[in-house]
């Protein structure tokens, strides 16, 4: 890849321009400008970030973007062919975290994050825990009380004078002051039973949230990121030539593409036009497309 960074330099040189014009044209921070002049790509934040700037670069000094551009893909092609690793970009793995080529051999951000949180988390707990046997053996959960049941009045049964009358009624009595409707026995057990009917209470369907499949098919090669709304990658990675790649959600997606004039996009089997100048887009959790930024 120094092939390729002494190519561009040269360009530059003879045209005039200085790394510190194209840092305050491109906004592009001078010591990433000096890595691709070097062709030390690795010292770049990704492979999606060494094509924006390349573009960026070539468009400022004046040269055609899509010639430097196919010059680039073929020298990397070249290197990876050969199994030269010297320079090459950063790629990311599917499962997003960054892997190093040879000549970069860092530990990816997000796993060095991950571990800081662990431990900060950790001393954390560990601080709360020893605070609480501190206070408990100071006696401020100390939560024995006196307590004193409350006094129950006595229960008085008031007396009264009149006579209350326990005895037990004739049977003789009882039988003949009890009268009963005249009632014709064959009509006995003649009666239908009414059918019991048991009410089942009316259930609301529960309102799922409606899922749309995203998908991805690339005639030719394309680096492509994945997010969530909120910026968390889900997928990314360099797609090739006759591949594709699914995806499904329930909110809203964003969609890098480096190269979007190869690349189909289809929402839940139905085929969507993007312009070739898309450089990310927004999926809602409808299925509408809204372009955010062109290259």
């Known amino acids: ?14 045209k005039g321009f200085t790394l510190e014009q194209i840092s305050k044209e491109t906004k592009i921070r001078l010591d990433y400008l000096e890595a691709i002049e070097s062709g030390e790509f690795h010292r770049l934040p ?16 004046g040269l055609d973007e899509d010639v430097v551009m196919e010059k680039y893909r073929s020298l990397l092609e070249t290197a990876e062919a050969e199994g030269s690793e010297e320079g090459r970009p950063v790629v990311k793995k599917w499962d997003g975290t960054l892997q190093s080529t040879v000549a970069s051999k860092g530990k990816a951000p997000r796993e060095r994050k991950g571990r800081r949180v662990f431990w900060f988390l950790l001393i954390i707990a560990i601080l709360a825990l020893g605070a609480v046997l501190l206070l408990d053996y100071l006696g401020y959960f100390d939560f024995e009380e ?50 019991e009917t048991e009410q089942v209470p009316e259930t609301q369907e529960e309102s799922l949230p409606k899922t749309f499949t995203l998908v991805l098919k690339a005639s030719g090669d394309c680096w492509y990121e994945i997010r969530t709304e909120s910026g968390t990658t889900i997928r990314s990675g360099l797609l090739r030539s006759g591949q594709e790649v699914s995806t ?10 480096g190269k979007p004039e190869v690349i189909t996009l289809v929402i839940d089997d139905s085929t969507v036009a993007i312009p070739d100048d898309v450089r990310e887009l927004i999926v809602d959790s409808s299925g509408q497309v809204n372009i955010l930024n062109r290259w």
């Open 146 to 195: 006196d307590y004193q049941a409350p006094d129950i009045p006595e229960a008085t049964v008031e007396s009264t004078d009149e006579a209350v009358d326990l005895t037990t009624p004739d049977i003789d009595d009882l039988a003949t002051d009890a009268t009963l409707p005249d009632q014709n026995p064959a009509d006995i057990g003649e009666a239908e039973p009414q059918e």
């Open 1 to 14: 890849m120094r092939e390729f960074g002494e190519y561009l330099k040269k360009e530059r040189e003879a």
């Open 46 to 61: 990704g492979e999606f970030y060494s094509r924006t700037y390349i573009r960026a670069y070539a468009k400022t000094i």
């Open 248 to 257: 499904a959600g329930t909110q809203a997606l964003r969609v890098l593409l």
